[in-house]
């Protein structure tokens, strides 16, 4: 097999990818501290089709190189938007009827892999802290915990990894949906 090259790999100009249909699905980075775990962010929602991401709290915003460096761009192409307090878009959301997803370490929750959205629903999805995680009082307000079973001797992985994960779980359900 042979590689693709830059011109196979291209599926959208900046303009033709705002235009795209996006999945019904937001992420939400509650106090995401690193800019780089952010940029990340971004890049994996382009991949994805997210709609939107919502940076809470004292979570970075473009412009910023650290941002820009694991972006690659993708602060351009996927749209987003700081918000101060987290748990108060939160409550904003879920009253507007988004099935609100806590990716998070609790007691009852849910097995990543074994996640099926629902047709005709909407996913927020919540990635929290790189040492403290979701807040709880959101945590206390989730539809869904989700979790990503660890089997090793750590009990956690990066923020932007498990929102990666997370994020093409929730997306490759809606997609299903969609066929």
Request: proline share 2%; aromatic share 6%; with cysteine.
């Amino acid at each position: 097999m042979k590689k693709k090259n830059i011109v196979e790999l291209t599926n959208y100009s900046v303009e033709e990818y705002k235009e795209v249909k996006k999945l019904p699905f937001l992420i939400l980075l509650d106090n995401v501290r690193s800019m780089q775990n952010v940029g990340s962010i971004l890049r994996t929602s382009d991949a994805f089709l997210i709609n939107e991401v919502v940076m809470g709290g004292i979570t970075g915003v473009p412009p910023h190189k650290e941002i820009s460096k694991t972006a690659l761009g993708a602060e351009y192409s996927v749209a987003w938007r700081h918000v101060e307090d987290a748990l108060k878009e939160c409550r904003r959301l879920k009253d507007e009827g988004w099935i609100l997803c806590v990716l998070e370490q609790a007691h009852g929750s849910t097995d990543l892999m074994r996640f099926q959205a629902q047709e005709g629903k909407k996913y927020l999805l919540v990635v929290g802290n790189e040492v403290q995680g979701v807040d709880q009082s959101i945590v206390d307000m989730a539809d869904v915990i989700l979790e990503i079973p660890m089997y090793g001797v750590k009990h956690s992985l990066n923020v932007a990894v498990s929102a990666g994960m997370a994020i093409w779980k929730i997306s490759d359900s809606l997609k299903h949906l969609s066929l």
